[in-house]
């Protein structure tokens, strides 16, 4: 079975400080890695997808097989990126759309 | 506005009333999900739906939780005999695209329905 590992369930960085949110993944199959976040009382909604290859709002995510892990990078951290970050896990080749597997999020503080 | 359309935002029951949450997806998107976050979790997933019909149920947690979408586009999560280990945001989430290999569209969530059950 699928599963996401998010370790840290908070982390706080200072304003300019580089951030990194660690994912891994267990999967025998094919897998497709995103990161959703979740602003204060917004809803949740897609940062990046590794298939992409894309860097969205300074943020980077590789996925490495041989690691199992999906972490979530920004070199220069600012305060709008306080928010709780989801790694999630898509199930390609199924039967089941685009179902995700999410991990348990991590809370990004970022200090002024 | 455009987005996925939850109602109601929140909801308090009494243990062992049912409950009824609504979804409106974005016009159009054929595949529709439901999950359920309880507090300080990441989203479970619950059920999906391509159309109307209901491709997956398996994260449904008993027979209590029935969900239906008869037309393809509003979806109703309907909760029996609620319990105390209910409470959670659920949350409702469209995609355009539907299922297969080649077809992993974005998914765009609502703001998601709390169920408080007393």
């Known amino acids: 079975a699928q599963r996401v590992t998010q370790p840290e369930k908070l982390l706080s960085v200072f304003k300019g400080a580089p951030v990194e949110l660690k994912c891994n993944y267990s999967y025998s199959g094919s897998p497709e890695l995103f990161w959703y976040v979740q602003y204060s009382r917004q809803r949740l909604q897609l940062l990046l997808r590794h298939i992409s290859r894309e860097s969205i709002k300074g943020f980077t995510a590789d996925l490495n097989k041989g690691e199992t892990s999906f972490h979530l990078k920004k070199p220069f951290a600012q305060e709008e990126d306080s928010a709780m970050y989801y790694c999630?896990?898509?199930?390609?080749?199924?039967?089941?759309?685009?179902?995700?597997?999410f991990g348990e999020g991590t809370q990004l503080t970022v200090n002024p | 506005g455009a987005g996925v359309s939850q109602s109601p935002r929140y909801k308090v029951a009494k243990r062992g009333q049912d409950v009824a949450l609504r979804c409106d997806p974005i016009?159009?998107?054929?595949?529709l999900f439901w999950y359920q976050q309880a507090l300080g979790q990441g989203p479970e997933f619950l059920t999906y739906f391509q159309n109307e019909a209901q491709l997956d149920k398996s994260g449904l947690p008993s027979d209590r939780f029935f969900a239906e979408r008869p037309e393809g586009s509003v979806s109703t999560l309907k909760i029996q005999r609620t319990q105390q280990e209910d409470s959670a945001v659920y949350l409702c989430?469209?995609?355009?695209?539907?299922?297969?290999?080649?077809?992993?569209?974005?998914?765009?969530f609502g703001e998601g329905s709390r169920l408080t059950v007393l």
């Open positions: 016009s159009g998107h054929v595949s």
């Open positions: 989430a469209s995609s355009l695209a539907g299922s297969g290999r080649a077809l992993h569209g974005e998914l765009f």
């Open positions: 999630a896990l898509s199930l390609l080749g199924e039967t089941s759309g685009s179902r995700l597997t």
